[in-house]
T-cell receptor
């Protein structure tokens, strides 16, 4: 498959550890935030979302935290597995037609 | 339920040529968005189609154009290709009025311009 994210910020974690991926967003009017995962040769895949009236949301092994004061978003992955290796994008939406993606972070999981 | 499918998966063109990329939406989805993803970068929004009309556009020149058909499938056309148009082109579908909705992406069409 093709390779994406050759020059992206990289996070390397040991299998079984927790991962935290951070993202700073730009638009204070954004009210909807989404994390996507992109594996090699595939399109981005939805992981979890959060609206601006919340500061935390949990899914299966993933948690998203939103700090609107400093315009910061984070994705926490519990008990990271080799299958979690991918590029992770945060995305923001102001309620309109346009979803804006960040630059991405490449997560490496060491066995 | 089928996902988003795109064709072709890979293609090579030369500068000045024209290209058409195709996308079939996920079943039940009525909105299609197109993104350009250069190597090592996040997807950049090109435009969105809803009810067969362009609903919004990113910072791309008019030589990038599109269509949406009654069955919600879509095409992306790029005229007068330039070297910088080399990228992965992603189609994403969603359901409902355009807005804050989860996007379902296809695997993309990799375009190389020589």
């Amino acid at each position: 498959g093709e390779s994406v994210g050759l020059h992206l910020p990289t996070l390397s974690v040991q299998e079984g550890d927790n991962s935290i991926i951070n993202c700073a967003y730009s638009n204070s009017a954004s009210d909807y935030f989404i994390w996507y995962k992109q594996e090699s040769g595939k399109g981005p895949q939805f992981i979890i979302d959060i609206r601006s009236n919340m500061d935390k949301r949990q899914g299966q092994r993933v948690t998203v935290l939103l700090n609107k004061t400093v315009k910061h978003l984070s994705l926490q992955i519990a008990a990271t597995q080799p299958g979690d290796s991918a590029v992770y994008f945060c995305a923001e939406n102001t309620g309109g037609f346009k979803t804006i993606f960040g630059a991405g972070t490449r997560l490496f999981v060491k066995a | 339920e089928t996902g988003v499918t795109q064709s072709p998966t890979h293609l090579i063109k030369t500068r000045g040529q024209q290209v058409t990329l195709r996308c079939s939406s996920q079943s039940g989805h009525n909105t299609v968005s197109w993104y350009q993803q250069a190597l090592g970068q996040g997807p950049q929004f090109i435009f969105q189609y809803y009810r067969e009309e362009e609903n919004g556009r990113g910072n791309f020149p008019p030589r990038f154009s599109g269509l949406q058909f009654p069955n919600y499938s879509s095409e992306l056309n790029v005229n007068a290709l330039e070297l910088d148009d080399s990228a992965l082109y992603l189609c994403a579908s969603s359901f409902g009025d355009p807005g804050a909705n989860v996007l379902t992406f296809g695997a993309g069409s990799r375009l190389t311009v020589l």
